[in-house]
């Protein structure tokens, strides 16, 4: 098995070269990885400390890496942080502006073994930590050969994944390679065990530390507060089509709201069809005078990066991407302890939270039209919207800590 992964990591390389000269995300995933060693070893020249490296998948993956980072920061001061990315669309939006508590950020090298060999001899981690799932064998398993210890963190496995299936052999050694897996959940954790990994324990979802951080210091939009004018406000985030078309009969027909409206991609022609298709007057936040905000109802955020703190405006939220590709993050409007809607779950294992949102009372699942107003409507109800918000407040109290958690298991460990 370890043959054929080795072949087809090569394969993959050797394909994505031929997309290099594009703007496709998979040619950016390959220039972007042009001159990683060169900027590792200047950093290394000048830096001789000891480096912990952090790898992540893509942002949602480094969304839930920043508590337990910070919370590394405080206990190993001394030592910088690395943290790769193996997506362009992760990579490019982090890399905009600074990042707290993190010293160098990079793409991860394909993972072949002459890369593993080049990065590992350059970086000479002290730690190394990886996030959720995105696990490649080879440095992993060099890394173990070199004992580096080794942490997984935010795991959230299925029993239909390549580890629990009789021919994933090869795959069950890269996770017992690590020192210690922290999970999610329970389930992971017994699917972990079923398997004879016996170094694990149950931290729970890094993300409610990262999302109550936000909503303890969200950032300012003094003129969006000329646009809320005292006006209970939903807000829609990352909006697709699909969830347009179930969300815009609901708007034209309740004038007691105002409405933001952040769509998952960026497209003015798309932003343009929405606000004609919606019958009140609307405004993006790019052409906003604020001498006008008080008399529109609609914002459209036609920008990236203001979506986790809108929140702090919403009565009501709805979080899309359900119908489609996957449900975005319905934990950041929860921190602000807001009522969250989003669409029927095509595969409900992925996306735990939603379930464990609908069972506390705070998370809504919509499979229509209808259903979008009923749920408002209801909530509106006397002390229905009251319960709600402190069931979102229950929630996510009871989930916090979790970074503290994980990085008490690694001092453990070395204490061990």
């Known amino acids: 098995m370890k043959v054929l992964y080795d072949f087809s990591v090569w394969a993959m390389s050797g394909m994505l070269q031929l997309t290099k000269g594009g703007k ?93 060999q080049q990065f590992l001899n350059i970086v000479k981690p002290e730690i190394v930590f990886f996030v959720k799932y995105d696990l490649w064998a080879n440095y992993i398993l060099e ?19 390549v580890y629990f299936q009789s021919y994933g052999g090869f795959f069950r050694k890269v996770l017992k390679s690590f020192d210690h897996i922290f999970t999610q959940n329970k389930q992971t954790e017994d699917l972990l065990r079923k398997i004879e990994v016996e170094q694990v324990s149950i931290a729970g979802d890094t993300r409610f530390d990262n999302v109550q951080a936000i909503s303890e210091n969200p950032k300012k939009f003094p003129k969006l507060e000329s646009f809320v004018n005292g006006a209970p406000v939903i807000v829609i985030g ?48 790019s052409e906003i005078k604020e001498a006008e905000l008080d008399k529109k109802e609609v914002l459209f955020i036609d920008n990236v990066g203001m979506l986790s703190s809108l929140y702090q405006f919403a009565h009501i939220a709805y979080v899309g ?7 975005h993050n319905i934990l950041e409007p929860l921190a602000f302890r807001v009522p969250v809607l989003f669409g029927k779950l095509k595969k409900v294992s992925k996306f735990p939270e ?3 949102s609908q069972g506390a009372g705070c998370g809504f699942e919509i499979v229509d039209a209808a259903s979008f107003e009923k749920i408002i409507v209801d909530l509106e109800a006397i002390n229905a919207y009251k ?29 061990e």
């Open 24 to 116: 496709s995300k998979l040619a950016r995933l390959v220039k972007g990885r042009e001159g990683v060693f060169d900027q590792l070893q200047t950093f290394r020249n000048g830096f001789s400390g000891k480096i912990v490296w952090f790898h992540v998948a893509s942002l949602g993956e480094y969304e839930q890496a920043k508590p337990v980072i910070a919370a590394l920061k405080k206990t190993y001061a001394d030592s910088a942080v690395l943290v790769t990315f193996f997506s362009p669309s992760g990579y490019e939006n982090v890399i905009k502006k600074s990042q707290p508590n993190v010293d160098i950020i990079t793409y991860l090298p394909f993972d072949t073994n002459s890369n593993v």
């Open 143 to 161: 890394a173990k050969n070199r004992q580096i210890p080794l942490f997984l963190f935010s795991a959230s496995m299925r029993k239909e994944q």
């Open 238 to 285: 990352s909006a697709w089509q699909e969830d347009m078309d179930l969300i815009i009969p609901f708007i034209n027909k309740y004038s007691q709201y105002k409405y933001i409206i952040a769509p998952h991609d960026i497209d003015q022609k798309v932003i343009d069809t929405w606000s004609k298709a919606i019958n009140k007057s609307s405004i993006k936040y």
């Open 321 to 327: 991407g359900a119908f489609g590709k996957g449900l």
């Open 354 to 356: 939603a379930a464990i």
């Open 387 to 415: 319960k709600a918000a402190k069931s979102a407040d229950v929630l996510v109290r009871e989930n916090l800590g979790s970074a503290q958690k994980i990085i008490s298991g690694v001092k453990k460990s070395f204490n």
